[in-house]
């Protein structure tokens, strides 16, 4: 990878931190309305696997959806604005925090309903492969949804018609505010595409590097066999969402996973690599904290959308003739 790519992983793993961090602040002062679930501590497995996609590639995710929305090239404008519920956000202000998605990009959202974005996966793979397309449909989802069925029908479907899917659980060791091992029979969550002969393998999702070098590597694999399963273990540095109170778990359990966060891993890889220096990596952290109060600025003086919004965008209009 050329030292100007590794920069701007730098730069959006930097800014998805700095932009979850000004989102908190806004919902605490009423601005930003709904459920907020933030990506603090996670940033380095969006960031790697949206680096190793290719053009052709979709990725689908679930409400935990901020920094894959800024990872595939929507601005920061468009997030806070939409966070806001302004109409220049990037759904007009309609569908928040949840529902960020941006078909131009590939990226296919942003799903609030636990789970029910995989077979949707499957359907996107589906249409690939129908129509020859060496595409892959990257479908991230949280450990919490491995134990429901649209998890089993969709890898069971994908493996009987070797669909182009990436499976990638980002387990972040909390379904809500329930610990992997007390609801899932199996805690080690790759095991389970086991049972429908997928292969898997579990990684370290607080090494930015090591999540885009696998998942190279496991798209390669997709490209060529069919599905595939990545565990990418990660932990979320904040609650489940803003309301969370966070009683399941102590402070010395967080402290321990912050000390290996994954924007200082990468600053120090960088360093020790020698490629950049202290002064560059600071500049750039100076200009993800510019742009955030710039997305800031103008989410708040964006306007709210019109009331004929409200029936725009429900149906497809689509030529029969």
Avoid at 100 to 118: P, T
Avoid at 195 to 210: C, K, L, R, S
Avoid at 276 to 297: H, M, V
Wanted: glycine share 10%; charged share 25%.
């Amino acid at each position: 990878m050329k030292k100007e790519q590794l920069l701007d992983m730098y730069y959006q793993m930097v800014l998805i931190r700095r932009v979850e961090e000004a989102a908190a602040e806004l919902y605490q002062q009423g601005k930003i309305g709904g459920f907020l679930h933030l990506y603090i501590g996670q940033e380095a497995v969006s960031t790697g696997l949206v680096a190793a996609r290719q053009p052709q590639d979709r990725i689908i995710t679930a409400y935990r959806d901020h920094g894959v929305a800024l990872n595939v090239g929507i601005s920061a404008r468009q997030v806070m604005a939409e966070l806001l519920g302004k109409a220049t956000g990037i759904s007009k202000g309609k569908g928040g925090s949840m529902h960020m998605a941006d078909v131009e990009k590939n990226f296919w959202g942003g799903h609030a309903i636990v789970g029910a974005h995989l077979p949707i996966a499957a359907g996107l793979a589906l249409g690939d492969q129908y129509r020859g397309s060496d595409g892959v449909t990257i479908c991230m989802f949280g450990d919490g949804a491995t134990n429901i069925g649209y998890f089993h029908e969709a890898l069971n479907l994908s493996k009987v018609w070797k669909l182009p899917v990436l499976w990638v659980c980002e387990n972040n060791q909390y379904g809500m505010g329930t610990a992997v091992e007390r609801a899932s029979a199996v805690s080690e969550i790759r095991r389970k595409a086991d049972g429908y002969a997928i292969p898997n393998m579990a990684i370290d999702g607080m090494n930015v590097m090591e999540v885009y070098e696998t998942a190279q590597k496991a798209l390669a694999h997709v490209r060529a066999a069919g599905p595939f399963l990545l565990e990418i273990n990660t932990y979320r540095f904040r609650g489940h969402s803003m309301g969370d109170p966070e009683r399941y778990r102590d402070k010395e359990e967080v402290a321990r996973w912050q000390e290996n966060d994954p924007i200082g891993i990468f600053r120090r890889w960088l360093l020790e690599n020698e490629k950049a220096s202290a002064e560059t990596l600071d500049a750039i952290e100076a200009r993800a904290a510019a742009d955030t109060d710039d997305a800031i600025r103008f989410a708040e003086t964006s306007p709210e959308p019109t009331l004929d919004e409200l029936f725009k965008d429900i149906y497809v209009e689509a030529n029969h003739g």
